[in-house]
DNA sequence: CGCTTGCTGACATGGACCTGAAGGGCCAGA
DNA sequence: TCTGGCCCTTCAGGTCCATGTCAGCAAGCG
């Protein structure tokens, strides 16, 4: 079987978003499973067509990434036979930008969206958002936390008086993360692995940086440090 | 059965329009079912009359688009069954240039509608919205986006003092993409998709462009740039 | 009081984005 | 057939903004 992690019933008691990946790629899959796992969704990864059908057959999934060219097979063997026993599991295929045909076959043998590759992870993440909210499954509406209304799915901050809050792509990680996981404490190294997607180390105090720019954005009281391990947001209604 | 996707509750809840497409054309069906998915349709895609029946016994659509020439039989005993049971649901026939008297039957027969190949899939889509309008049945009335008001049936947008806008018919692919899918993030890519139907791959920064004449045209605060991502465009009601 | 840890203003840099302008294609009308 | 106008696409220059880094200061903690 696959490798399997994330979700459980850490955040908030939200049901996370069961999502199978199928990749073959192991850095790309890699990066898309960390991301995915850190937006609090729970990630199977098969990286062939025989693992892929075996955790098919054991779970089902909200979401399915699915590479088309496996070292095993085509994965549109997979797409077909899950939609010709009428599962309706939302799939996303991933593409390189020359197999147009496969995509093309792959939307017409019932996929319902596609991403060429390489892809910016946010736009993954506004894909994911954007099927599972047409499924109407799985979708978390809106955190409240403080004056702030925080929609994950729309990467949108409002406060109580309905101003828009317009947050960098980096800002917003940061505040997700938070948001999500509210009440608990995330440590430093959590957000910084959350900001520089695998690998790419930094070294200096960038998250200290983007909680202090958050923070004059937010409001001062939202974001509570935690000495020597990280930070967190608490929301009062519990 | 036949192949079936797309479409379900995504435009904002609205119902899609559910689209039997008898063709046995390979590339034409694959050409206007991608289109009319692109278009929020649910599109079910019969290759012969066999499965059309079936998917005509097994659901009820709200357009049948049907290529008169099949491989196992003529496309009119479909129409003219669907008929005899009284069942009104509109028909577009697709025929080719030199298939006159087809044409003039397929009329006589009840036909709503008919195209000649090949077509333009903008008149496809006209055509379809046309059609679903006189029914009275899918059509997304109207968006209402700050001061704007926007007819994705009668490809139309007025200011709210009742200015009408004129518009190319990129800028308003473009628009009518955003609009659709108002208050989610859409990708620069899927833009770039919408407007080069698959494929022609574009590597200039036409999507720029456009949406800087559209925020011209708009007003510049209507389209929102989401950073790395693509763009969206908020209504505040929601 | 000294040490560690965290906060924040400033700044250089690169990249993303915007937009005016130019050239070409297509179509309608002369 | 020619012409003008509209639209589309590309390109280049410019602007704006997100980002990472650092240094100096503040705050906790022994």
């Known amino acids: ?37 850190r937006q609090g969704h729970a990630v199977d990864w098969a990286k062939d067509q025989d693992n892929a059908e075996a955790c098919l057959a054991a779970v089902q999934y909200g ?91 729309e990467r949108r901050v409002t406060r109580s008086n309905g101003e828009q809050l317009a947050l960098s792509a980096r800002e917003w990680a940061v505040l997700e993360m938070l948001s999500v996981r509210r009440n608990a404490i995330v440590g430093k190294s959590q957000i910084e692995e959350a900001l520089y997607s695998f690998g790419a180390e930094i070294e200096s105090n960038t998250v200290e940086v983007y909680v202090s720019r958050l923070r004059r954005k937010l409001g001062r009281a939202t974001i509570e440090t935690v000495r020597g391990i990280g930070y967190r947001m608490v929301s009062d209604e519990r």
Chains 1, 2 share one sequence.
Do not use: C, W
């Open 63 to 153: 979401l399915i990434l699915l590479d088309l060219r496996l070292p095993d097979g085509h994965g549109l063997n997979i797409l077909k036979a899950l939609r010709a026993r009428r599962d309706k599991t939302p799939v996303i295929i991933l593409t390189a930008h020359d197999q147009v045909s496969d995509r093309i076959e792959g939307l017409n043998a019932g996929a319902d969206d596609y991403l060429v590759k390489p892809f910016d992870l946010g736009e993954l993440e506004a894909r994911i958002h954007a099927v599972a909210r047409r499924y109407g499954a799985h979708q978390v509406p809106m955190i409240e936390i403080g004056d702030l209304q925080i929609f994950p799915s």
């Open 1 to 37: 079987m696959a490798e399997r992690e994330g979700g459980s019933d850490e955040l908030g008691g939200d049901e996370p978003l069961r999502i199978l990946l199928v990749e073959d790629d192991q850095t790309l899959g890699d990066a898309v499973k960390t991301h995915a796992v």
